[in-house]
């Protein structure tokens, strides 16, 4: 263990919104997500904007959609689960800052007092105000290289799919991550 990760905090949990999944998608990495983290999870409603991405053209999303598990079906072969989110009723506040998906993770990882994964800075933003710890998709990449999940080599051409898609990143290397 790097010094670097010794201060990070070990998430057993972790929830993740739509621009974290379209990432890993595009990179064709999303079979590392739990094997990064132990129990990965999303919202119905993140499922749903995925499903939406797909029908518009976006067909990397599906691989996001493959790497889902649905608790209710028993065949869903994935290693994220899809929980369902009480945040219309608990906390509908969420909804006037938020899209549905957003909201929704947003809401489970408040009420489970774990940590939510995404890129967006508006739901960063509101996620500070309920004290919910973010990390995104180059903090997730890192993560999956300490537990030796994906190369280092692996995870810099990840990086750079992001790049070349318009997703900023805001290190040249991954290992930059790993030594800071």
């Avoid at 072969?77 to 998906?101: C, M």
């Avoid at 105000?129 to 051409?157: C, F, I």
Wanted: charged letters at 20%; a negative charge.
């Amino acid at each position: 263990m790097t010094p670097a990760s010794e201060s990070r905090p070990s998430y057993d949990r972790l929830y993740l919104d739509t621009t974290v999944l379209a990432n890993f998608a595009a990179a064709d990495i999303v079979g590392v997500i739990p094997e990064t983290v132990d129990n990965p999870r999303t919202s119905y409603a993140v499922r749903a904007e995925l499903n939406a991405g797909v029908t518009a053209g976006f067909d990397s999303l599906s691989r996001a959609l493959t790497g889902l598990s649905d608790p209710l079906d028993e065949s869903a072969g994935g290693g994220i689960t899809v929980a369902g989110s009480l945040v219309r009723q608990r906390k509908p506040e969420l909804l006037d800052r938020l899209a549905a998906g957003e909201a929704s993770v947003l809401y489970q990882a408040w009420a489970a007092g774990v940590p939510l994964a995404t890129d967006d800075r508006d739901v960063r933003t509101v996620a500070t105000t309920y004290g919910v710890p973010t990390t995104g998709s180059v903090g997730l990449v890192a993560r999956a290289v300490e537990r030796d999940a994906l190369s280092t080599d692996a995870a810099d051409a990840a990086l750079e799919t992001w790049r070349d898609t318009g997703v900023s990143v805001p290190v040249d290397s991954v290992t930059r991550l790993l030594t800071d």
